[in-house]
Nanobody, 118 residues
Framework: QVQLVESGGGLVQAGGSLRLSCAAS????????VNWYRQAPGKQRELVANITSSGSGGSAVYADSVKGRFTISRDNAKNTVFLQMNSLKPEDTAVYFC?????????WGQGTQVTVSS
């Protein structure tokens, strides 16, 4: 059974930082591309960051809205993907989800709430 468990969310003031974690069981993250999405109230789910599999170089892409502030990374030994979020803004407030998508499967975590106060 595959599980993706996000953690690290919370309440932070604007300009602050948080590090989100996506810990996986039942699936090996290093051989998969991993996405971080977010969804704010009343808005569509938005792709924030993607990291390719380690075999594909582990390169990352970011939404324009977070470029230069967020960093996605892996710890293969811990089977975990991180999202380091710096210089947070109130508009970053959302539930953040970890996602693993391939042609064979589409797995989601339960999400972690990030709230940025002004």
């Amino acid at each position: 059974q595959v599980q993706l468990v996000e953690s690290g969310g919370g309440l932070v003031q604007a300009g602050g930082s948080l590090r989100l974690s996506c810990a996986a069981s039942g699936i090996i993250l290093r051989i998969n591309a991993v996405n971080w999405y977010r969804q704010a109230p009343g808005k569509q789910r938005e792709l924030v960051a993607n990291i390719t599999s380690s075999g594909s170089g582990g390169s990352a892409v970011y939404a324009d809205s977070v470029k230069g502030r967020f960093t996605i990374s892996r710890d293969n030994a811990k089977n975990t993907v991180f999202l380091q979020m710096n210089s947070l803004k109130p508009e970053d407030t959302a539930v953040y989800f970890c996602n693993v998508l391939s042609r064979w499967y589409d797995y989601w975590g339960q999400g972690t709430q990030v709230t940025v106060s002004s």
